[in-house]
């Protein structure tokens, strides 16, 4: 049953309870003759409209002797209940201090706390250990209240960007309890953040604002907000606030792009400033490579290790290299799906 169907139910037990015509009633109640009959067409009635229905009805309700003595009390929860489901209660925002981690919600503004969140342990991560160490020390430096930069981890796929941002987030927490918050964007809710920054700014515990595979194609304009949030903008970036991204792009836009406004523009040196200018506002950029086969297969033994996966008559090596060669990458990534296939064959899950 429909929400608009038990609202003529309601309002259909009334009439019969009264002996009021429908007439009577729509101009009565809503000043609106008319009303019954657009509700019975399927039209749609504002939640104000409700009230002063569920309103008129109580009052007049009460008011006959002659209907049953509950009568007016059924109708009034069943016109309550319908309410409930026109209007429900408003979705809360989760505080900064439920979690230490959360996710944006553009669509009705709010964060959402995440308990469990998806990563590796930081000693798993192999072959990027310059990386991790100024990831850290950054990181760290903010935390403990000191300047520190906005970061871009740009480079190949799957080569341990996003994982290196969560795992560095989860050893500050264990060292450092409740020191940093670590809060999602998603890409395409990039146009809101200045509100989000807005709801962080001001907050007395730090945050770290974390994008992954930021990259902006054809005319989308939205890096320019962003460029004036990072630096530039009046208000600028929040003092408790920090950025990271992880791109497979150095200036997070495609190359032709960028040589599409070197070839159109009047002045092709300005147009490729503009939008290249946009990773000028990370002070720290990480570079990620492809892994040589040493460094895969440091991983995988890693992983094997970690999680109890050794097994005599698996010649893990030899595994490892086909399952690379089938995917036509070495990556961590890759890595990790052979691991999840082979703890798959053995039974033993990942924990």
């Avoid at 008319?34 to 109580?58: D, I, P």
């Avoid at 003595?69 to 069943?78: D, H, I, Y």
């Amino acid at each position: 049953m429909t929400i608009q169907t038990e609202l003529l139910n309601e309002i259909d037990a009334f009439l019969g309870a009264t002996g009021m015509a429908e007439t009577t009633f729509g101009r009565e109640a809503a000043n609106d003759g008319k009303l019954m009959a657009r509700l019975r067409s399927g039209k749609g009635v504002t939640t104000r409209t409700v009230e002063k229905l569920r309103a008129f009805m109580g009052d007049n309700m009460g008011d006959n002797s002659s209907a049953p003595a509950n009568a007016s009390s059924q109708v009034l929860e069943r016109i309550a209940d319908a309410l409930e489901r026109l209007a429900p209660p408003p979705i809360t925002s989760d505080g900064l201090m439920d979690a230490d981690a959360f996710v944006w919600h553009a669509d009705d503004m709010r964060l959402e706390a995440v308990l469990d969140v998806n990563r590796v342990e930081i000693f798993l991560l192999k072959g990027i250990d310059d990386q991790m160490d100024r990831l850290l020390d950054n990181t760290q430096r903010f935390a403990d209240g000191l300047p520190a930069n906005n970061a871009l981890l740009w480079g190949a796929r799957g080569t341990g960007k996003s994982s290196l941002v969560k795992a560095t987030h989860a050893k500050i927490v264990k060292n450092k309890p409740g020191a940093l918050a670590l809060v999602e964007i998603h890409r395409e809710d990039i146009p809101t953040l200045p509100r989000l920054l807005s709801l962080l700014r001001g907050q007395n515990r730090r945050c770290l604002l974390f994008c992954d595979d930021l990259s902006f194609e054809g005319s989308d304009a939205s890096f320019k907000s962003l460029k004036a949030v990072l630096d530039g903008g009046i208000e600028g970036r929040p003092e408790n606030v920090l950025f990271y991204a992880t791109s497979n792009r150095r200036h997070l836009m495609a190359r032709d792009m960028i040589e599409n406004e070197r070839s159109t523009a009047i002045n092709p040196s300005e147009a490729v400033e503009e939008k290249v200018s946009l990773s000028d506002r990370f002070g720290l950029w990480l570079g990620f490579h492809n892994h040589d086969q040493e460094t895969y297969f440091a991983i995988i033994e890693g992983y094997a290790n970690h999680f109890g996966l050794n097994d005599p008559a698996i010649d893990l090596c030899a595994e490892a290299n086909e399952w690379s060669v089938t995917r036509g990458a070495r990556s961590g990534r890759v890595a990790w799906q052979y691991i999840q296939d082979l703890a798959g064959r053995l039974g033993k899950p990942l924990t």
